[in-house]
Every structure is written in structure tokens, then in C-alpha cells.
């Protein structure tokens, strides 16, 4: 069963970013991943969301943790196919209890545009690998 076991404790960095204070564990069902675990020092900028839909969907809203789990595998599992970190993602929101259209436009929004942020990631930001 899919499921947050620690709490998320972190620190505002500045105007979008936030450091992880301690390290952060999702288990999920998802491709036999099992316990992701996300170090202390990790960057997050939570959901990323254009400013402008921000009064809609704000980056640190109820699907924030599912954000925070998406970034680590993003920048730090260049291994997996992004399509399960998407899942992973998927999974994580509903886990959180975010509604079901959120939830969608959410996903969705990954699938067309994650791939452009994937992309932009520098060997140093995968370096550590946790799942």
C-alpha cells in the first residue's frame, strides 16, 4: 500500500525554493519501486507551476509532498523511464487525497511538458540516486 512514512521538513530558501531538512520516504506500488527516499540537502521547488496559474494552483498546494517525490526522481533517477515517474506522481496525489480533476491536469500537464524539464538536468543534479 502506497503511502508518505516520514514527514516533509524543510526550509525556505528564497522567492521558489525549498531544502529538504531531513530525508523524506514515499513507498509505492508503482514498477517495483518500493521506498523512495529523498535525502536531507535535496532542492525542491515543489509543483512547477507557471506564475500565473498560481492562484489556481499554487506550487505547494495539497499535491505538494507528490511534487517533491517528482522532482527527486526527475533530477536524480535518470534511470527510470519518465513515464513511471509520472505515475509515481499520479499515484503520490492520490495517495494525498487531491482531487480528481486536479489530479489530471496535473498529470497530464507532466506528460506534454516534463519532458522539457528532464531534459535540462546536469549530470551533478543525478548524481545521488535513492530509489
Known amino acids: 500500500m502506497s503511502s508518505f512514512t516520514t514527514p516533509l521538513l524543510i526550509e525556505f530558501l528564497d ?4 531544502r529538504l531538512l531531513a530525508g ?9 519501486l ?12 515543489f509543483a512547477s507551476i507557471p506564475r500565473g496559474l498560481w492562484n489556481l494552483l499554487p506550487p505547494t498546494g495539497k499535491y505538494g509532498k507528490a511534487a517533491v517525490i517528482h ?6 533517477c535518470p534511470h527510470l523511464d ?11 496525489m492520490e495517495v494525498l487525497g487531491v482531487s480528481w ?11 506534454v511538458f516534463g ?13 545521488k540516486d535513492g530509489v
Open 24 to 32: 523524506f520516504d514515499y513507498l509505492t506500488d508503482i514498477a517495483q
Open 71 to 76: 522532482d527527486y526522481l526527475y533530477r536524480c
Open 115 to 127: 519532458g522539457f524539464a528532464r531534459k535540462r538536468i546536469t549530470p551533478d543534479e543525478s548524481a
Open 82 to 92: 519518465r513515464k513511471v515517474c509520472d505515475q509515481v506522481l499520479l499515484e503520490a
Open 34 to 45: 518500493g521506498c523512495i527516499h529523498v535525502p536531507a540537502g535535496f532542492l525542491t521547488d
Open 101 to 111: 480533476l486536479t489530479r489530471k491536469l496535473i498529470y497530464r500537464a507532466v506528460r
Open 15 to 18: 522567492g521558489r525554493n525549498y
